[in-house]
């Protein structure tokens, strides 16, 4: 196609006046995949869309090199599998045995359904990530660019010639082409189809809500985007990979526990394995005691019944269920619309000590408003609101926005200056000022007081012995004062008032109780900070911020052994991002701040980090939970399983056969049943998680054992009890 200007192409047409009819059918199809990703994520556990998937996958995890991932079943596919050798070796051989092969059968039949049991767990909580990604698919496909060669001229491209740093100018109604920043201009954007939610978001240069993904559509106006993403490369391709786990690591917390189990499994394999030999040598001796040519193969001496007792005494329940609680926790997050990057930061966000809020737009309404102008010395009221207004032209940031805003609305005929005539110095984290360079010399500065304070000295100007009042006056009733200077000489001061977000402090009050520690880091002065950190109730403080400061406090606590969470949205909070243990970068954000974190708020909702720690939290508590169960589990178990097995050698174990069953083949296939239908029962739990209650590590501890530990305990006796009668009232057990 041949390159048009910018002006040819972008030239508003009457098509585009009635915007919202004119898109209505792709805004239509864009919400129609955000309602799919909503369904997905609301799907029931065991939807059918969910379980034909995950049954498949459970059989084709029946292979060793999958299953032996997770040693505790690993050991119980083996018993599985030597049980069968056993009954096929039965079925042809001609010595006679006191059990009944049918006994045998049924044995393995619910071996290995313990074992499709737990990989059906671990297929489940995979199948319900990867029923989201069909719709994201669909929200990546190529799309046509209006690329930007020079200043005014267009070439239409297809998206996936897009390079890092090339500039495409999106319009209304329009996909955007690749993830990037807003570098220009203003709109409405429908990110359905990322984040599920059909709420239209605004995007901006100039701010803190400058980042957009590849694949959302522009509703309103017009904006330019610098395209940060290679194809292929794109946040929409990262986050497939992510929804779909192809390979998931094991986190810490999990791999300890598995280690744990395996340790265990290992220990119980060296009690029960020397016990054929012995039980076998003994029926040979008393075979040929009483004069028998040939031994009965009684219970106790054949590798069936010995492979259940094993498969009993190891902890199977937490084995089946560990892997699917740990992926569900990154499910339950993705639910929320909070894309992990890894189970490990979910499972550390439930250990978090110390947490840095940033003021602006977490503990307080997103962007600051200009309300006064405050002169100091021989400057008017008015002389201030102009030269404020003048450093703010070219200033994207909101609160530029709004000092022009604001001078405009105190002057009937605002007298203005056109950023074409002159310099534009833009704010840096460093500086702390922007400001504008008029073409007779003039130099106009607006910034943080004692960033402006410095500035002066350095030209060798004076500062007025009364500014500082002025600023701590401010500052004192929580406002922001920004000191507006004209070459060497104060002008005056602007007044940002910031306003809380309603309920925070209840927010705040809430990590408090979980024993999280609240740290507000923002660039106001220290009187301001103070002030709002009082009324919003966090811990501490860091006022007149740096990204060298955030970093600094991050290493700080760290050092003393605290894991810290880091919320940031913003190129200078990519290295304080990168060195927290939880780093909660906002999906609005810059791309260096998406790809620093390890978490990405797809709703750019700061305050979402109280959500973030409490699934960490569910996460332990369930893990936790379903471990003191599975312990006290196996503790009916041995009840049931081991008088069956050695009373009639060993007596005085009569004493202890509480549960009086059947008889021994009823008693071990009862609790081989049980412990094969224990799984399933507690599916829902291990992909739900256990309802988090904030409460302390002893509380907690208190709660696990009287609920989980004490119903451990019972339900195996009375599941097992229940079992044994229904094996004898259908005549299935001898």
């Known amino acids: 196609m041949t390159p048009k200007s910018v002006e040819e192409k972008m030239e508003p047409s009457k098509s585009i006046q009635p915007q919202f009819e004119v898109v209505a059918p792709e805004t239509k199809r864009s919400l129609g995949e955000g309602q799919a990703i909503r369904r997905a994520r609301r799907l029931d556990l065991f939807a059918p869309e969910l379980v034909g998937p995950a049954l498949k996958q459970a059989f084709a995890m029946l292979r060793p090199d999958t299953q032996w991932s997770n040693p505790v079943m690993f050991v119980v596919e083996i018993g599985a599998l030597l049980t069968l050798l056993f009954i096929i070796q039965a079925l042809v051989s001609t010595s006679a045995s006191q059990v009944p092969i049918t006994y045998f059968i049924a044995l393995d039949f619910w071996l290995w359904l313990t074992v499709l049991f737990a990989n059906f767990a671990t297929a489940l909580a995979e199948a319900r990530g990867k029923a989201q990604t069909d719709s994201l698919r669909r929200a990546r496909r190529d799309t046509p660019a209006s690329r930007l060669r020079g200043k005014d001229i267009v070439e239409e491209v297809q998206s996936s010639e897009l390079r890092p740093d090339d500039r495409v100018v999106v319009q209304a109604g329009q996909m955007i082409p690749g993830d990037g920043e807003v570098i220009e201009g203003i709109a409405s954007v429908d990110e359905a189809a990322i984040t599920g939610e059909s709420a239209p978001v605004i995007r901006e240069a100039g701010g803190d809500r400058s980042g957009v993904t590849g694949g959302t559509r522009v509703l309103s106006d017009r904006i330019v985007v610098r395209i940060t993403a290679a194809p292929g490369e794109s946040f929409l391709d990262r986050m497939i990979a992510l929804v779909e786990g192809a390979v998931r690591q094991k986190t810490p917390n999990e791999i300890a526990l598995t280690l744990a189990l395996s340790s265990l499994t290992l220990a119980f394999m060296i009690v029960v394995i020397p016990l054929w030999p012995m039980a076998w040598n003994a029926e040979q001796y008393m075979a040929g005691y009483v004069g028998i040519s040939e031994p009965l193969r009684s219970l106790g001496t054949d590798v069936p019944t010995l492979v259940a007792l094993l498969v009993c005494l190891i902890p199977t329940t937490i084995g089946a269920l560990l892997a699917a609680i740990g992926i569900a926790g990154m499910d339950r997050a993705l639910q929320a619309n909070i894309l992990a990057k890894s189970g490990k930061a979910v499972e550390t966000a439930g250990d978090i000590d110390t947490v840095l809020l940033d003021k602006t737009g977490t503990i307080t309404m997103g962007n600051r408003h200009a309300t006064k ?69 003039r130099q106009i500065r607006k910034g943080a007081p004692d960033a402006v304070v410095r500035y002066i000295q350095r030209q060798g100007g004076n500062v007025p012995k009364d500014l500082q009042a002025i600023v701590d006056s401010v500052a004192s009733e929580g406002a922001t004062p920004l000191v507006v200077t004209e070459g060497t000489r104060v002008a005056g001061v602007v007044v940002l008032e910031d306003i809380l977000k309603p309920a925070i402090s209840e927010r705040l009050d809430r990590l408090h109780r979980m024993g999280v520690r609240t740290v507000m880091i923002t660039g106001d002065n220290p009187l301001t900070a103070a002030t709002i950190a009082k009324r919003a109730g966090v811990n501490d403080f860091v006022a007149e911020c740096t990204p060298e400061s955030k970093l600094a406090y991050i290493r700080k606590d760290q050092a003393e052994g605290k894991l810290v969470a880091m919320i940031g949205d913003g190129t200078n909070d990519a290295p304080a991002l990168a060195q927290a243990d939880v780093g909660l970068a906002m999906n609005s954000g810059t791309q260096a701040a998406k790809e620093a974190g390890n978490m990405v708020d797809l709703d750019s909702n700061p305050t979402k980090l109280l959500e973030i720690v409490e699934i960490g939290k569910q996460l332990l508590m369930t893990r936790g939970a379903l471990t003191t169960f599975s312990i006290a589990n196996d503790v009916a178990k041995y009840f049931a399983i081991i008088p069956a097995l050695f009373a009639g050698t060993l007596p005085w174990l009569v004493a202890i056969d509480v549960m009086h069953l059947h008889s021994p083949t009823s008693a071990i296939l009862s609790a081989v049943i049980f412990n094969a239908l224990i799984i399933p029962a507690l599916i829902p739990v291990a992909l739900r998680g256990v309802k988090y209650i904030p409460l302390g590590a002893d509380a907690l501890l208190r709660r696990n054992l009287v609920i989980w530990g004490l119903g451990g305990v019972i339900m195996p006796f009375a599941g097992i009890k229940l079992i044994d009668l229904a094996l004898v009232a259908l005549h299935l057990t001898a």
């Open 373 to 441: 102008f405050l002169p100091v010395g021989t400057y008017s009221v008015n002389d201030v609101a102009r030269l404020a207004a003048w450093s703010s032209v070219a200033d994207e940031t909101p609160e530029g926005k709004t000092i022009v805003a604001l001078y405009k609305e105190q002057n009937v005929s605002p007298d203005l200056i056109n950023a074409r005539d002159a310099r534009f110095v833009a704010f840096t984290a460093q500086t702390r000022m922007s400001g504008i360079d008029l073409p007779d010399g």
